[in-house]
């Protein structure tokens, strides 16, 4: 992960406490992830957002808005593929999402 980033997410709300969160997640998703996005998640927890950018990123598990809940929710309600994440919040009928 870039050096960078923890000076971005250097502050205390943002550090992960408990990391069986973001693997019991991924479990219960049945996917795979890449080690970045792994080691994000295992290191941050959101949700994360900067007034620039249009978009709050969700935190794998945290909050009862995340991106398990809204995942499962498209899954179920919209047939996504296993293979995406969606990691925004849902809004104007659009979502952000990761594939995998």
Same mark, same amino acid.
């Given at each position: 992960? +870039?050096?960078?980033?923890?000076?971005?997410?250097?502050? !205390?709300?943002? @550090?992960?406490?408990?990391? #069986?969160?973001?693997?019991?997640?991924?479990?219960?998703?049945?996917?795979?992830? &890449?080690? =970045?996005?792994? !080691?994000?998640?295992?290191?941050?927890?959101? +949700?994360?957002?900067? $007034?620039?950018? +249009?978009? $709050?990123?969700?935190?794998?598990?945290?909050? !009862? #808005? #995340?991106?398990? &809940?809204? =995942?499962?929710? &498209?899954? @179920? $309600?919209?047939?996504? +593929? @296993?293979?995406?994440?969606?990691? &925004?919040?849902?809004?104007? #009928?659009?979502?952000?999402?990761?594939?995998?």
């Amino acid at each position: 992960m +870039p050096e960078r980033l923890d000076e971005v997410l250097g502050e !205390e709300i943002y @550090k992960r406490e408990d990391s #069986n969160l973001v693997q019991d997640a991924l479990i219960r998703l049945g996917v795979n992830v &890449s080690d =970045t996005f792994h !080691e994000f998640f295992i290191q941050y927890a959101g +949700p994360f957002w900067e $007034e620039h950018v +249009p978009f $709050e990123l969700l935190d794998i598990a945290d909050e !009862e #808005n #995340n991106i398990e &809940s809204y =995942t499962l929710i &498209s899954r @179920k $309600e919209h047939g996504f +593929p @296993k293979q995406y994440l969606v990691s &925004s919040e849902m809004s104007a #009928n659009a979502v952000l999402d990761w594939i995998l």
